[in-house]
């Protein structure tokens, strides 16, 4: 009797079973090796901190966008949300940590916005009035002398650092576009466990592919060889033996504003607030679903126009 024939329905599934194991298997293994890169790279912090040496700064570099790091940051959440739900104050307190954070950050850059408009008036009065050229700054008896053109393009940078470091402040002012679709008329419990979902599987996984990306974009402008998020480390590491610093300054016209790679830095901060923001947020969303409504906005620090401007909060 000829061998039995595999079964045409059964071999597909027994293959998606193993690959969901092996993915089960390398998931646990990677979530127990993060702890092991915590605890090496504190214990080592010559190797991937001491930038002198050009192999520390391509460790850096490459372990700031790698799955190594992912995990490392996702071991720290998951022992930090175990803590929490241990004890419930620990939680809080994260919370208010996160949100104070966010708070303080936004609050300081919010400054931003008076710098970028007593800056476009500068810029207006010497260039179409006393049609001045440069502008020279001395502070502290240092020189700084830039075209009036210069000024005009870095306009730019305040408002991106408005937009950049705002964000997680504005999200927990309340003051951020929301469009709800099912979200107003469902139960107190049922938005918390939107919340949650929504923190969880949409906010920090886009922060997270934006960071991936954005870290590589970043040091593309900073260090040459160019470096790519598909390189391997033995490849950089063969690098490290040529690269140097070389800080983009090209600007969009001769004169124009050239520091550009800020921008950039300002696309890491902002990811990584969102991600905090994210965190606190599912944390807080938790805390109000389990305690009831007795807890909504525990805690919360928000920005008062004063007494008798309450219809007027969360419009600013």
């Known amino acids: 009797m000829a061998g039995c ?76 949300t175990i803590a929490g739900l241990i004890w419930r104050p620990f939680m809080w307190r994260c919370v208010r940590v996160l949100e104070g954070f966010a708070n303080v950050v936004g609050r300081t850059a919010a400054w931003a916005g008076l710098i970028m408009v007593a800056q476009q008036i500068i810029v207006v009065f010497l260039q179409s009035i006393f049609r001045l050229g440069e502008i020279s700054l001395s502070p502290l008896g240092v020189g700084f002398t830039q075209s009036v053109g210069w ?97 983009e300054t090209i600007g969009f016209s001769p004169d124009g504003f050239n520091g550009y790679f800020l921008f950039k830095i300002l696309i890491l901060c902002f990811v990584g607030l969102v991600f905090l923001q994210a965190v606190a947020f599912f944390y807080r969303s938790f805390l109000e679903f389990s305690e009831g409504e007795e807890s909504a906005e525990k805690y919360l620090d928000r920005d008062t126009l004063g007494a008798g401007e309450e219809a007027y909060e969360g419009t600013h």
């Open 5 to 80: 024939a595999p079964d045409p329905v059964r071999s597909p599934l027994r293959k998606g079973g193993e690959a969901m194991l092996n993915g089960l298997i390398w998931l646990v293994t990677e979530i127990a090796r993060g702890f092991y890169h915590i605890g090496y790279a504190l214990s080592h912090p010559g190797l991937w901190l001491d930038w002198s040496d050009k192999e520390a700064l391509i460790r850096f570099l490459y372990y700031g966008g790698s799955v190594q790091f992912f995990f490392a940051v996702l071991d720290i959440f998951i022992v930090v």
């Open 151 to 247: 000024y005009a393009e870095g306009l730019k940078l305040w408002n991106a650092a408005v937009v950049a470091l705002c964000v997680s402040y504005a999200f927990v002012q309340g003051s951020h576009v929301r469009v709800d679709l099912i979200y107003a008329p469902i139960s107190y419990r049922a938005k918390r466990v939107v919340d949650m979902f929504g923190a969880l599987f949409f906010m920090m996984p886009v922060v997270v592919l934006v960071w991936m990306y954005s870290w590589f974009f970043l040091w593309r402008h900073l260090i040459t060889p160019k470096v790519s998020a598909s390189d391997k480390l033995d490849l950089l590491m063969r690098k490290a033996r040529i690269v140097k610093w070389n800080v």
